[in-house]
C-alpha cells in the first residue's frame, strides 16, 4: 500500500462522512422549514432563524480528526506504510473533507436564499455571511470564493485539533490524561477569566486584525493550522503505536 492507495482509501470514509452529514443537515433545515411555514400560517411574525451548518461541520471535522489518526496509524503501519506517509495521508484526508464541506456550505447559502423567497420569516446564517455579509443570505460571487476559502481554513483547524487531543492522549499516562481532563474546564471557566486581564490587550488587537476582512481570519486560522500540524506530526513521529 502507498501514499495513493491509502489516500483512496480515506477518500472513501470522507465522502461517506460528508454524505451523511449533507443528510442529516437536509433533514434539519426540512424541519425548520416547515416550522417558519406553521409560525406563517398561524399569523406569527416571529423569525425562525438557522445557522447550524457551520457549527455542525466543525464538530465533525474535530470529532474525524480524534477518532481517525490512532486507527489509521495502526492499520498503515500494519500494511507497509511509514509513518510520514500515514501523516501526510491524514492532510489530505482532512483537506478533502473540508472541501467537501465547504461546497456544501456554498450549496446550504445558495438554498437558503431560495428559500427565503417563499419563506419569508426564516433567516439562515453561515459563517461568512455572519460575520462579514451582516448576516445576508445572498451573496455574491467573489463573497462566495472568500466565504469558500474560510470554511478550508476553518475546518482544517478543528480536524488538526481534533488530532492533537487524540494523539495528547494516547501518550499520557492514565494519570496525566486526568489531569489534563480536568484542567481543560478549569482553564475555561477559571484560568481565562483570571488571565484575561493580562492579554486583553493583545488579544483585543487580534480581535480587531481578524475583524477587518475575511483574509486576515482566514491567515490566523492556517497559522494556528500549521502550528498544530507541525507539533503533530512531531508526536507522530516518535508515538509508540500499541498493539504492534
Request: with cysteine; glycine share 8%.
Amino acid at each position: 500500500m502507498n501514499l495513493r492507495a491509502a489516500s483512496l482509501y480515506k477518500s472513501k470514509n470522507a465522502l461517506k462522512s460528508a454524505g451523511a452529514y449533507f443528510i442529516v443537515l437536509l433533514l434539519i433545515l426540512l424541519a425548520v422549514i416547515a416550522i417558519a411555514r406553521i409560525n406563517v400560517s398561524n399569523g406569527g411574525s416571529s423569525y425562525v432563524t438557522f445557522s447550524g451548518y457551520t457549527i455542525g461541520a466543525w464538530v465533525m471535522m474535530l470529532v474525524m480528526g480524534i477518532t481517525a489518526i490512532r486507527e489509521d496509524l495502526r492499520f498503515f503501519i500494519q500494511n507497509g506504510i511509514g509513518r510520514r506517509t500515514a501523516f501526510v495521508t491524514q492532510w489530505v484526508a482532512a483537506l478533502e473533507l473540508a472541501v467537501l464541506l465547504a461546497v456544501g456550505g456554498q450549496l446550504f447559502q445558495f438554498l437558503a436564499n431560495a428559500i427565503a423567497q417563499s419563506v419569508p420569516n426564516i433567516r439562515i446564517g453561515e459563517l461568512y455571511s455572519m460575520l462579514y455579509a451582516q448576516g445576508a443570505m445572498s451573496l455574491s460571487l467573489w463573497q462566495h470564493v472568500e466565504s469558500f476559502v474560510l470554511y478550508l481554513g476553518f475546518l482544517l483547524m478543528a480536524y488538526m485539533g481534533g488530532m492533537f487531543f487524540s494523539l495528547l492522549f494516547y501518550v499520557l499516562n492514565k494519570t496525566m490524561q486526568v489531569v489534563i481532563a480536568v484542567s481543560i474546564p478549569f482553564l475555561l471557566f477559571v484560568g481565562i477569566p483570571f488571565l484575561w486581564p493580562y492579554f486583553s490587550a493583545p488579544l483585543t488587537a487580534l480581535y480587531q486584525f481578524c475583524s477587518v476582512n475575511s483574509w486576515n481570519l482566514l491567515l490566523v486560522f492556517l497559522i494556528i493550522t500549521a502550528v498544530i500540524g507541525a507539533v503533530n506530526g512531531l508526536i507522530t513521529r516518535r508515538i509508540h503505536i500499541r498493539g504492534l
